[in-house]
């Protein structure tokens, strides 16, 4: 922070028993010290606000993005109710609201296929698979 050498603290601390006196150098150097140490505490409690207004306003933002979260949910949970009610299935009714389409209706499997799976796919391949 303050780029303070040892020749210029030497020359500090010439000038300071020069202009204080070496009697009155003890008392000037407790005064300093209560006033860095006030100093601290206030920067201290200043940056403890801070923090904390800065935490406050995080939470009211994750509190907004919960509530937006639960009013889809809701609204999501009564449509299904109502398509419930007037007897479509819940997943017609949320295929309805799906804005992806549903491709072939093929499962598609992720990750390595077990090896029973390969051999029946093999067979099928080649027309001599078993039912």
């Not at 922070?1 to 003890?26: N, Q, R, W």
């Not at 999501?76 to 109502?82: L, P, R």
């Not at 309805?96 to 499962?107: H, R, S």
């Amino acid at each position: 922070m303050f780029d303070i050498g040892a020749s210029e603290l030497l020359v500090l601390v010439i000038v300071a028993i020069v202009v204080i006196g070496p009697k009155d150098l003890p008392m000037a150097l407790r005064t300093a010290g209560r006033w860095v140490a006030k100093m601290r505490s206030v920067s201290n409690h200043f940056r403890s606000g801070i923090e904390t207004m800065i935490r406050e306003a995080e939470m009211e933002e994750m509190e907004r993005k919960w509530k937006e979260q639960n009013e889809r949910i809701m609204r999501e949970t009564a449509a299904q109710e109502v398509a419930a009610a007037q007897g479509q299935s819940v997943d017609d009714a949320s295929d309805q609201n799906d804005p992806l389409p549903a491709g072939d209706g093929e499962p598609v499997m992720i990750g390595p296929m077990p090896p029973e799976a390969k051999h029946d796919e093999a067979a099928a391949a080649s027309g001599t698979a078993q039912p």
